[in-house]
């Protein structure tokens, strides 16, 4: 896949004053996008101002997406200023924990149109824009914290599973309706997220279900994560356009095939050019940075495997499960995939960076990988033992001898794959280090 290029482009945001939204600002100021960030909280302003102060273009309008006036205002404003809306983003989520007896009516109704009034108001103009040049994307953020709760049954969250459940099916229908107009529609569920609000939302939930806020936690990924995989939808939307795509297919969309950026990160295009250090045409240190990040695909899929292995065990065996894998490993099944997912991204964005020969941004991916490696190799270490041991201990549940053979020497393989992950890690951390101190 080529380069995410948004130069240009002026992008609408709601809900961008933190978590996600803010982290997909970032990244679409870093693709060159000019983005109006639209919050009713008042720290969307220094997250603006952090932007530009980084080198990329944004302004924060601060509304009331729960007020029709002000909503009615938005694309206005947006299209006065800058001419046109090229991809508008609707982001904006409030999820009050809850039951529908506790709720009153008016504050069911605010939660409907902040998170589906004000989406339905802004697409309609938006697609007025659009229709006029015959492209333009809508990208409808869909949360599992709503509609797709199925790990909690959806209690206490009726009002935003309404609100985005209605989201979903509104993005499917007119998803239909535009894309004749070169308009490309899509919904994208999330999944578990750490921000701020995830945070408040899933301690209020866990104590409404007498559950524990780290067994919410354990499935959470980092919001920069998810504005990776959100602009890698905009490099090429027509494959999800009139979809909800779950954010998961998107992450191993990603793996196989890689985004550029079209230049280094805000913070590095600050610096003066000749800080950044000049690429040699042909280097071992980029054939290892290709194998550690096709390696990292491996390990994500053994990850994914050794998941589905616990889910296939009896329901009152996958606590002992995972807690055992816990104790062996030093932390939980979904933090680990969380973060060998986390380092396939960034070694992605470090290949990436490095065919292109921008010395740079392969600077600040690299120093990202060796930072995340030097804490997580003792991690991953233990991992490989946690497959060498379960080999043999796990071929027990096997009656059929050929299915225990085979079990066997699939968690061999991939105790070794992991291994070579490592050890490849190893060589590479110290090559980034001497390119590093160049």
């Known amino acids: 896949m080529g380069a995410v290029e948004l130069k240009g482009k002026t992008v609408l945001i709601t809900g961008a004053a933190k978590g996600i939204g803010r982290s997909f600002a970032e990244s679409l100021a870093t693709a060159g996008a000019n983005v109006v960030m639209v919050d009713s909280d008042p720290l969307g302003k220094g997250a603006a101002e952090a932007i530009r102060n980084s080198g990329g273009k944004a302004e924060f309008i601060q509304a009331d997406l729960a007020d029709p006036a002000q909503v009615d205002g938005i694309v206005p404003y947006v299209v006065a200023r800058h001419g046109t809306v090229d991809i508008l983003v609707n982001n904006a989520i409030r999820c009050p924990i809850k039951s529908l007896v506790e709720m009153d009516q008016s504050e069911f109704d605010l939660v409907m149109q902040v998170n589906f009034r004000s989406a339905v108001v802004l697409s309609r103009k938006c697609i007025t824009v659009m229709t006029g040049k015959k492209r333009g994307i809508i990208l409808n953020i869909l949360s599992t914290a709503g509609a797709k709760a199925p790990e909690v049954g959806g209690a206490y969250l009726s009002a ?67 504005a990776g995989a959100l602009l890698h939808i905009m490099a090429d939307p027509e494959p999800y356009s009139g979809a909800n795509v779950d954010i998961e297919r998107v992450f191993q969309v990603m793996q196989q095939r890689p985004i550029e950026m079209p230049a280094a990160s805000m913070a590095v295009q600050a610096q003066p050019p ?38 296939k065990l009896p329901d009152f ?73 379960t080999a043999q201990s796990g071929s027990a549940l096997y009656p059929d001898p050929k299915q225990a053979q085979a079990f066997r020497e699939g968690r061999t393989d991939q105790a070794s794959i992991v291994d070579s992950f490592c050890e490849n890690l190893h060589e590479l951390q110290e090559g980034l280090v001497k390119y590093l101190s160049k």
Request: with cysteine.
């Open 160 to 226: 935003c599973a309404a609100s985005k459940g209605a989201m979903a099916a509104f993005t499917l229908s007119i998803g239909a309706e535009v894309k004749p107009l070169g308009i490309f529609c899509i919904g994208v569920w999330v999944g578990l997220t750490r921000t701020p609000g995830g945070e408040q939302v899933f301690r209020s939930l866990a104590e409404r279900l007498h559950m524990r806020y780290e067994d919410f936690e354990r499935g959470m990924v980092p919001p920069e994560l998810v």
């Open 317 to 389: 065996y996958q606590p002992t499960a995972k807690k055992d894998f816990a104790q062996r490993v030093g932390e939980s099944l979904d933090d680990l995939g969380a973060q060998v997912k986390q380092l396939g991204l960034w070694l992605n964005n470090l290949e990436a960076s490095w065919k292109r020969k921008d010395g740079s941004s392969v600077s600040v991916m690299g120093g990202k990988v060796i930072a995340m490696y030097a804490q997580r190799e003792a991690t991953l270490r233990k991992y490989a033992q946690y497959l060498r041991e």
């Open 274 to 311: 000749q800080m950044a250090p000049v690429l040699a045409q042909k280097d071992d240190l980029g054939e290892m940075i290709f194998l550690a990040h096709d390696q990292s695909l491996s390990v994500i899929g053994s990850v994914n495997m050794t998941q589905e292995g616990i889910a």
